[in-house]
């Protein structure tokens, strides 16, 4: 209620006790109000509602508030009446999905809904939040050029510190938060601080950011497996050679940094040359872009067009299925006789 409208130079007064009414407090202190607060109905005084604009009637279950609109209508005063803030005190990580905002589950809209703090990552989709999640202060620990990146232990301690404090705290990743996410750290930190903590699943970009380019990771006939692998750092020999010799879908994030070594490794091992490559850059945002190319040509290729990250490398035949890749019309023709289509 009230979300969308400027309040500056008009004073609010919230009814409830401070847990029940701490979203509305925020709400309206962020839409530009002066915010008073009335915490219990004992220590309503009538200047209390003196020069307000509008009362909050938090329903924190309380009867005896039930006189505070017959008084308010009274003085004619404006009255909206609102929910109690869900309880808090406990963490929600959420995955986010691969950027696009409708991407985002029911789920997780839900829980930002509820959210009373968000700690949000870069790649998760983050431009709507304050629509997504109307009471809660939002908070960017992502990284960005030229800012200083929160760390992985002060983004926990402060995630912990704000359930503590009664919140109702929401962290919300890129993809999925146990692919390469730390959501697992995350959780563990909150178990070991006694802090109640769930997660709620994403839409990993290891599958949907292929698939926006047109690749299944998986396809009848052509691959019945994917591995997904972290290019942060090279591979072993060991390592290589185990995906060479798997014969399936590679999808390697954060990869782009490292290609060359891979690409060099994966031929060491056996890959075949020729072996397609897609990398696709930025998936789901208006500046998507798919280089394909194979296992030798493909530094080249990525060097030429500069590509840059967030991008997903996909590495084995499924890639010929890809939108606009020159052998998809063909290929796509000859599997549908294949499968007798
Ligand atoms: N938990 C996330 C992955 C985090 S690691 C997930 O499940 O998707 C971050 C890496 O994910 C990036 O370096 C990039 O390789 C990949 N990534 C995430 N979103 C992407 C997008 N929209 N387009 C391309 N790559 C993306």
């Known amino acids: 209620m009230f979300t969308n409208t400027d309040l500056t130079g008009y004073t609010v007064l919230v009814a409830g006790t401070p847990e029940a009414a701490r979203r509305a407090i925020r709400r309206y202190g962020a839409a530009g109000a002066t915010v008073r607060t009335l915490s219990s109905p004992a220590a309503y005084k009538p200047e209390m509602l003196d020069g307000v604009a509008l009362v909050v009637a ?5 009867p005896r508030w039930s006189a505070l609109p017959e008084t308010c209508r009274r003085r004619g005063l404006l009255v909206s009446r609102e929910e109690a803030a869900a309880p808090g005190g406990h963490v929600t990580l959420i995955g986010g999905g691969p950027g696009a905002e409708d991407l985002l589950t029911v789920r997780a ?5 509820e959210a009373d703090v968000v700690f949000f990552d870069r790649l998760a989709p983050h431009r709507n939040l304050a629509e997504y999640a109307p009471g809660a202060e939002l908070i960017d620990v992502g990284k960005r050029p030229g800012h200083h990146k929160v760390t992985q232990r002060e983004i926990e301690r402060l995630m912990i510190q704000s359930a503590q404090e009664g919140n109702n705290v929401v962290r919300l990743k890129g993809g999925d938060p146990y692919v390469f996410g730390r959501g697992g750290e995350e959780v563990i930190s909150c178990a070991k601080a006694g802090v109640p903590v769930s997660v709620v699943p994403g839409i990993t970009s290891a599958i ?4 926006a380019a047109g690749i299944p990771v998986t396809h009848r006939e052509i691959s019945h497996l994917f591995t997904v692998v972290s290019g942060h750092a090279p591979l072993t020999d060991a390592e290589y050679e185990h995906l060479a010799g798997l014969g399936g879908t590679v999808v390697v994030l ?11 490794g994966l031929r060491r091992a056996g890959m075949k040359a020729d072996m397609p490559v897609a990398i696709v850059e930025r998936g789901y945002s208006d500046s998507q872009r798919t280089t394909i190319s194979t296992l030798t040509g493909v530094v080249t290729a990525a060097g030429a067009a500069g590509v840059k990250p967030p991008a997903i490398l996909v590495i084995g035949e499924v890639v010929r299925l890809a939108n606009g890749c020159e052998e998809t019309a063909g290929k796509l023709a000859e599997l ?3 499968l007798g289509a």
């Open 58 to 62: 938090i329903d924190d279950g309380d």
């Open 109 to 113: 809209r839900q829980v930002l809904q």
């Open 208 to 211: 949907s950011v292929p698939a």
């Open 254 to 264: 954060m990869g782009v940094g490292t290609l060359p070594q891979l690409t060099a």
């Open 336 to 338: 549908a006789d294949t």
